[in-house]
Every structure is written in structure tokens, then in C-alpha cells.
């Protein structure tokens, strides 16, 4: 009797109120498709996760990879606004460049990987999808590239031998920080956050290189 019930309030619920739908729906996505993958969960197993028909499901998304896309880009958005927030806090610009990169880095990834169902979804279940996902995930690298590039460009302007063409450079550590995101994804135990937003420094300091074979302690 009591499931009858709550069936029949969901129902109600559903048909009046689609915020509480995408909400529910989202949340069966970020669980099932990291626990049993993106490939093997079906719109019926979202909704029956979510407690809402699946004509909910089509009058929120227009198919299931749309929902993949949508719980990507509120992790990808979450970890870009973080490290934007970073640029504007006390100290970013008179910092060293070291200091500054792992600062960043830092807030990015203490962003994406809050949780580890949405990092395992936002960066592995989303590869191999299809050509239009490939394309989403091409346009979000072509605006992390811009905002490196203007990091990079910054630390030239502070005397940094930055090697070799820059977009070239940019996008080498943009690649380098999705793999390694999906290498946490998979095993978060192995590669915790704090190894993360270390590598991610190491790696942009040996691109980026020495002031002038000095030491950048000025800012």
C-alpha cells in the first residue's frame, strides 16, 4: 500500500514540478552511470532509478547521451569557475608562478573531484561515446586552452623561457590533465587529488620553465 502510494505522489509530483524531475533524473545518472557505466544504463533504468516515467525523462532530455552531456558540463563548469575564483584571491598576483599554478590546479581539482561519482562519469564514461560527444569535449579543451594560453603568456611576460610553440604547449598539458583526471576516475584510491594538483604543477613548471635560469621569487 505504501508503495502504491509514494507511486502515485511521484506521479503527481512529476507532472507539476520538472525541476524536482531533473534533479531526480540527474542524480540516477551521475549513480548509475558511474556504478555500472553509460554503455549498459538504459533510459528505463534512469527513470526507474528516479521514480519518474520515462515520458519525464523526454520532456527534460532529448535522449540519454543529452543527460551525459548535461552532468558533464556541471562538473566541467564547477571546475572552471573554481579556478577563476582562484585569479581574483588575495595574493595570486604577486605570488611566484609555481605558487600560482598549484593554486589553480588546486581549486580546479578539489572541484571535479568533490565527488567521485561525477568525476568517474565527467571523465571516463564520457570518452568513446559518439562524434557529437567527442565535439562537446573538443569545444570545453578549446576553452581551457585560451585560459592556459593567458597563463602561460603571463609567465613569459614574467621572464619564463616558455620551449617551443605555445598552443602547441597548452595543448599537450591540456590532453595530459584529462587523462590524468581519467586515470582518477577509474582509480581514486590510487591517485588521490593532492598527487593530482602536484603533477599538474610539475608538469606546467617544466613547460613552462625557469625565469631566465633564475629563480622566480618576486612575482
Known amino acids: 500500500m505504501t508503495d502504491a502510494v509514494m507511486e502515485l505522489w511521484s506521479g503527481a509530483r512529476a507532472a507539476r ?30 527513470c526507474a ?18 543527460l551525459l552531456v548535461d552532468l558533464y558540463d556541471e562538473v566541467a563548469t564547477r571546475g572552471m569557475r573554481a579556478s577563476e575564483t ?31 561519482k561525477e568525476t568517474r562519469v565527467a571523465f571516463v564514461e564520457v570518452l568513446g561515446v559518439s562524434r557529437q560527444m567527442d565535439e562537446h569535449l573538443t569545444r ?16 613569459r611576460g614574467r621572464g619564463h623561457m616558455v620551449d617551443g610553440n605555445l598552443a602547441v604547449v597548452v595543448k599537450v598539458l591540456t590532453r595530459s590533465v584529462d587523462e590524468l583526471l ?5 582509480r581514486p584510491r590510487q591517485v588521490p587529488p593532492a598527487w593530482l594538483t602536484s603533477e599538474f604543477t610539475r608538469l606546467s613548471m617544466a613547460m613552462i620553465g625557469p625565469v631566465g635560469g633564475a629563480m622566480d621569487s618576486s612575482g
Open 86 to 116: 582562484e585569479l581574483t584571491a588575495e595574493g595570486m598576483e604577486t605570488c611566484p608562478t609555481e605558487e600560482r599554478v598549484r593554486r589553480l590546479f588546486d581549486a580546479y581539482v578539489r572541484a571535479v573531484t568533490r565527488d567521485a
Open 49 to 66: 532509478s528516479a521514480q519518474v516515467e520515462v515520458q519525464y525523462f523526454y520532456r527534460e532530455f532529448e535522449s540519454r547521451e543529452a
Open 140 to 155: 570545453w579543451r578549446s576553452v581551457w586552452v585560451e585560459f592556459l594560453t593567458q597563463e602561460a603568456e603571463r609567465a
Open 182 to 186: 581519467a586515470h582518477h576516475g577509474r
Open 17 to 46: 514540478d520538472p525541476a524536482w524531475v531533473r534533479a531526480q533524473l540527474m542524480a540516477a545518472g551521475r549513480t548509475l552511470f558511474a556504478v555500472y557505466g553509460y554503455a549498459r544504463t538504459s533510459v528505463e533504468d534512469l
